[in-house]
C-alpha cells in the first residue's frame, strides 16, 4: 500500500525532511503542525506521513501503538514510496517517530539514501521508568543527528541524557523548560513555544549546513 504524504514547503527546497509522528498523535497533530509551518518557513521541503496502525484511526479501527521496531519496515517504505528527491534527505520524527527513524538511520545512510537524521523529542526512556533506556543504537550511531530536546522533558531531562554516552554524530539542542512537546512555561521560563521552534529551525539550517553543504 502507498504512503500517503502531507508536503510543505518549496518544491524546488535543497533538502526534503521526511517525518513520522508520535505514538499517540497523527501527522498532523498540534505540534506537528507547528514544527512543520517553521521548517518550511526555513526553507525545507517537509514531507509527513504516517504509520499503518495511525492512518487506520482516520477509519475508526482503534489500533494501540505497535512496539516500534514493528515498524521499522513501514518508514523504509515511505523513503522507498518518497522517490528521489531534489537535493539530500534528512529522516526523522517526533517522539516514537523521530525512534523508529534513528532505528533505521545507519542501514539508509550507508546505502547513502539519507544525509542526517532530527529527531523532536526522543524518548530516551519511558516516564517515569528512567532505567527502561531506549538508547542502545545511539551509543554506536554513524548517521549525523540532531535531537531536539526540551530541558524538562518527562522521557529524558537534561540531566539524564548527559549521563548516556551517546554518539560524537549527535548533536543536541536543549530547549530551555520545554515539554515532550518543545513548549516551555513561559511565567518560568521567559520563552514562548513559537521562540523554541524558531531556535529549532535555525539550528536545523545550521545543521544541514554542516552535514551536506
Not at 125 to 140: A, C, D, F, M, N
Request: with cysteine; charged share 25%; proline share 7%.
Amino acid at each position: 500500500m502507498a504512503t500517503n504524504f502531507l508536503l510543505d514547503g518549496p518544491e524546488d527546497a535543497r533538502v526534503t525532511i521526511l517525518l513520522a509522528h508520535g505514538a499517540g498523535a497523527p501527522m498532523d497533530s498540534a505540534s506537528m503542525n507547528a514544527t512543520t509551518k517553521v521548517l518550511a518557513a526555513a526553507g525545507f521541503r517537509v514531507a509527513r506521513f504516517e504509520f499503518g496502525y495511525m492512518a487506520a484511526r482516520r477509519t475508526g479501527e482503534r489500533k494501540p501503538p505497535p512496539k516500534a521496531e514493528t515498524v521499522m519496515p513501514e518508514y523504509v517504505a515511505a523513503i522507498d514510496d518518497l522517490g528521489p528527491t531534489a537535493g539530500p534527505l534528512v529522516i526523522g520524527g517526533k517522539s516514537m517517530g523521530g525512534r523508529v527513524a534513528s532505528m533505521i538511520a545507519d542501514s539508509e545512510y550507508a546505502a547513502r539514501r539519507i544525509a542526517g537524521l532530527l529527531c523532536l523529542g526522543y524518548p530516551f526512556h519511558p516516564p517515569g521508568r528512567p532505567t527502561q533506556l531506549r538508547t542502545k543504537h545511539l551509543i554506536g550511531l554513524r548517521t549525523p543527528a540532531l535531537i531536539c530536546q526540551g530541558t524538562r522533558d518527562e522521557f529524558g531531562d537534561r540531566y539524564e541524557v548527559g549521563e548516556y554516552g551517546l554518539s560524537d554524530e549527535i548533536e543536541l539542542l536543549w530547549l530551555e523548560d520545554g515539554d515532550h512537546d518543545l513548549k516551555p512555561r513561559k511565567a518560568i521560563s521567559g520563552f514562548t513555544t513559537a521562540q523554541h521552534l524558531q531556535t529549532l529551525a535555525e539550528a536545523a539550517t545550521a545543521w544541514v549546513g554542516r552535514i551536506a553543504p
